[in-house]
C-alpha cells in the first residue's frame, strides 16, 4: 500500500530585475534561482527551493535546517504573514510517497 503526503510551503521571496535576468530569492532558505521574466525566475526558484528541502530531507537534516532558518512549530494559523515592501509569498508544493509498508511508524 502506498501513502502520499503533501506538504506546501508559502515562503517570502524578493524578485528583481539583474542586468541580464530577473533574479528570485527566498532570503530565509538563502536560496535564489533566475529566470529570464519574473514568472520564469519564480518557477526555477520553486524547483530550486525543492530540491534544496528534498535534499535536506533526504540527509536527515531537514529538523536541523528548518531551526537555524528560524522555524518552530506553531499551533494554529495567525492567518496573516507579514511581508516587507519588496516581497510576496511563493508557494512551493513538496509532496512526499510511501514506497514501501513498514510495521510501525517511528515517531
Do not use: W
Not at 25 to 44: I, M, W, Y
Not at 50 to 68: A, P, Q, R, S, W
Not at 74 to 88: C, F, I, M, N
Amino acid at each position: 500500500m502506498r501513502a502520499m503526503l503533501n506538504f506546501e510551503l508559502k515562503v517570502p521571496v524578493e524578485v528583481y530585475k539583474g542586468s541580464t535576468a530577473f533574479i528570485a530569492r527566498c532570503p530565509l532558505f538563502d536560496v535564489s534561482s533566475q529566470g529570464k521574466t519574473s514568472v520564469e525566475a519564480k518557477k526555477n526558484l520553486a524547483d530550486a527551493l525543492i530540491l534544496f528541502v528534498t535534499t535536506c530531507f533526504e540527509m536527515g537534516t531537514l529538523d536541523e535546517v528548518m531551526k537555524e532558518c528560524g522555524f518552530k512549530p506553531r499551533k494554529a494559523s495567525s492567518g496573516k504573514v507579514h511581508l516587507k515592501k519588496d516581497q510576496e509569498l511563493l508557494s512551493v508544493p513538496l509532496p512526499f510517497m510511501a514506497n514501501r509498508q513498514r510495521n510501525a511508524c517511528h515517531a
